[in-house]
């Protein structure tokens, strides 16, 4: 008998695996969450005895993976099981549907997450004070531009259209082969060529967003950082930004959403205040970009400004260049609702 299970189909030893309904409370729980052992104990109400058993029982079976943090292993869902075996634990899950102990499981769950989230809080008002230090030290000071630069190629020439003083083209060279700041102001483009002076891949070009000093398609990528507000007509600069962009190639517009901040009109020069969602996506499409979406940024603690929005397009293989000239239909019917949407 041993002999002719030994050679038996896998299926027999997956029935063996999800043959105790502790196993199957335990699969249904670290289907949806990674937990550890003394965390089950907690959901199950079993000692931890009986859990490591059905646990080592599923890791034999194939049906659990295990992750070392600390002092503690962590348990969730195999990744890599066989499609069959997926298809018994679906059919097993949907047979017994909300049975048993499933909503009770469901209750202590929520309170062993809830408990999760609290520890996790419980470090930040202690450790505040020394959280960019610790950032600093474990990071470096420019977290953000590698998180940026993971989404460019090395190979790439990207333009930074206002790029002001020139941080964010001192952090991006050292990710990308070629970078491109294009400003109008003197003042600002001085302040530039002094950051970046060591950094042989950064070229600095004095333009209009509406007209930029580049070629048709000579860019992979291009960021409009926080300029879109100070532009009279943003349609016309987007125009430009596919003009210049290679098929293929990535907008990125980080602006404001909409706010009644007046005084920036004033005392910093912005002539929208903000922008719709749905205002940037058109925009992005009538001039020539797919794929247009807007995603709010979460603000981070104590700022003072406005949120912050990320819009991301991409320039489509049979994308013409999208200048100023080709567009003014367009860019009018855009403007019309300048004075709703500001």
Same mark, same amino acid.
């Given at each position: 008998m041993e002999s002719w299970m030994a050679s038996a189909p896998a299926i027999f030893n997956w029935m063996s695996s999800l043959s105790d309904p502790t196993r199957v409370r335990a699969l249904r729980l670290l289907e949806r969450h990674e937990l550890s052992v003394a965390e089950l104990c907690d959901v199950l109400q079993l000692p931890q005895s009986t859990v490591s058993r059905h646990l080592k029982v599923l890791s034999d079976g194939g049906w659990v993976d295990a992750r070392r943090e600390g002092t503690s292993n962590l348990y969730t869902v195999a990744s890599d099981r066989p499609a069959p075996a997926r298809k018994l634990w679906t059919l097993l899950r949907e047979q017994l549907g909300e049975k048993g102990h499933s909503a009770s499981d469901d209750q202590r769950l929520q309170r062993v997450l809830a408990a999760r989230q609290t520890r996790s809080q419980a470090f930040f008002p202690s450790s505040a004070g020394q959280w960019d230090k610790l950032r600093e030290e474990l990071f470096g000071d420019r977290l953000d531009a590698p998180i940026l630069a993971g989404l460019l190629d090395e190979r790439w020439s990207v333009g930074d259209l206002g790029c002001g003083t020139g941080?964010?083209?001192?952090?991006?060279?050292?990710?990308?082969?070629?970078? /491109?700041?294009?400003?109008?102001?003197?003042?600002?483009?001085? *302040?530039?060529?002094?950051?970046?002076?060591?950094?042989?891949?950064?070229?600095?070009?004095?333009? $209009?967003?509406?007209?930029?000093?580049?070629?048709?398609?000579?860019?992979?990528?291009?960021?409009?950082?926080?300029?879109?507000?100070?532009?009279?007509?943003?349609?016309?600069?987007? *125009?430009?930004?596919?003009?210049?962009? @290679?098929?293929?190639?990535?907008?990125?517009?980080?602006?404001?959403? !909409?706010?009644? &901040?007046?005084?920036?009109?004033?005392?910093?020069?912005?002539?929208?205040?903000?922008? *719709?969602? $749905?205002?940037?996506?058109?925009?992005? *499409?009538?001039?020539?970009?797919?794929?247009?979406?807007?995603?709010? /940024?979460? !603000?981070? !603690?104590?700022?003072?400004?406005?949120?912050?929005?990320?819009?991301?397009? /991409? @320039?489509?293989?049979?994308? &013409?260049?999208?200048? $100023?000239?080709?567009?003014p239909t367009k860019v009018e019917s855009c403007l019309s609702t300048k004075g709703r949407d500001r």
């Open positions: 941080r964010l083209l001192e952090a991006l060279s050292h990710f990308v082969a070629r970078v /491109i700041g294009v400003d109008d102001s003197p003042a600002m483009l001085s *302040a530039a060529r002094r950051r970046t002076a060591p950094l042989p891949n950064v070229e600095l070009r004095r333009g $209009s967003m509406e007209s930029l000093p580049l070629g048709d398609g000579s860019l992979d990528a291009a960021l409009l950082v926080l300029v879109l507000h100070h532009l009279a007509e943003p349609p016309r600069a987007l *125009a430009e930004l596919t003009r210049v962009l @290679k098929p293929g190639g990535r907008a990125l517009v980080l602006d404001m959403q !909409p706010h009644d &901040r007046a005084e920036y009109r004033a005392q910093m020069g912005h002539a929208w205040l903000g922008f *719709a969602p $749905s205002q940037l996506e058109r925009w992005l *499409a009538d001039a020539g970009l797919q794929a247009p979406r807007v995603r709010s /940024i979460p !603000p981070e !603690p104590n700022v003072k400004g406005p949120p912050l929005f990320a819009a991301s397009a /991409i @320039k489509g293989p049979g994308s &013409r260049p999208g200048s $100023s000239a080709e567009i």
